[in-house]
């Protein structure tokens, strides 16, 4: 038996800001934020918490798997609203579970949840996860900053991974605090990032990690039915596509309307892939995230 990904869930807040509405707000216009990220739209908790996105999407993925208990909640965020309690806690306040806890890992955060996930299914006496991906990535942006404040969204995602039909066939994770410098958001300030670097190294350490997940998989990537890279960037995207060999249209993209929304932006594709049957059962698919740390990583799943 393996690992499965039963059902996932998504929720993003009511309140979309368009690159229109920022042109009224800061010296930006839409014709550059498309041209350099593909972002048209982003959506931008007003009056939700990262809470109450993470506990929505948790519960839809809860229903969609028919249950209404789990042994481990883990919530991937970088924009939590406490340092303690976890996030995770405070879900498990509207989602039973045995126990609850956070992890850190920046736009990686639903990748290493992942890892961590199957480590538990395979060996402890585990039987259930919900994985949450939540940010509210607005709160920690300098809304008078257009180099930052353009790139990213709300949202959250949430997986429910049992034993069962499906696998993941291989995962690979990697950190280098060399880089913590580059894409950084200290205790009361705001996010900090060097887009260029992040630019190189995202489309370096993402390629590699997607080379090395294959390899572990064995497989190549004409055996890959659809990629879901992390959505920063669609130049990113695209030149990783390209230095893959990927064909385009099994690289699936969203990041024009959700802009990047961090550890909520894979299961964010993963569900609307799903849901308009892009994404079948039984698919061969590759995951693939970097975010800041660094951190990066990639998993080859059978959905
Ligand atoms: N609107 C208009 N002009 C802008 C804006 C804006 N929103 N932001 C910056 N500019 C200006 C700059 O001031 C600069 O002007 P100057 O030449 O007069 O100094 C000019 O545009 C060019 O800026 P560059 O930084 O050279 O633009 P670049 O082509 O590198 O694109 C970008 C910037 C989009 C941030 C790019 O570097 C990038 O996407 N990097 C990756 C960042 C990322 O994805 N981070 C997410 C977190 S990590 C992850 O998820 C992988």
Redesign the pocket.
Known sequence: MGICIKSIGMYVPDNVITNKDLESKI???DE??TT??GIKQRYIADKESLYDMAIKAGKMAMEKANMDEVDIIIVATLSPETLFPSTACVVQEHIKARFAFDISAA?SGFLYGLDIAKVYLESSNANSVLLIGTEKLSSLLDWSD??TC??FGDGAGAAVITKGEGDILSSVMFSDGKYKDI?YAKRCDYLK?N??E??KH?VRNMESACKIALEKANLTPEDISLVIP?Q??I??INTLTERLNLDPSKVYVNVNKYA?T?AASIPIAMYEAFEKGILKRKDKILLTA???GFTWGAAVLEF
């Open positions: 010296n930006t216009s550059w934020i350099r990220t736009c257009r180099s353009v790139l894409l990032m887009g260029k992040v630019f995202a992390h920063a960037n130049r990113i990047n961090s970097m975010g800041g």
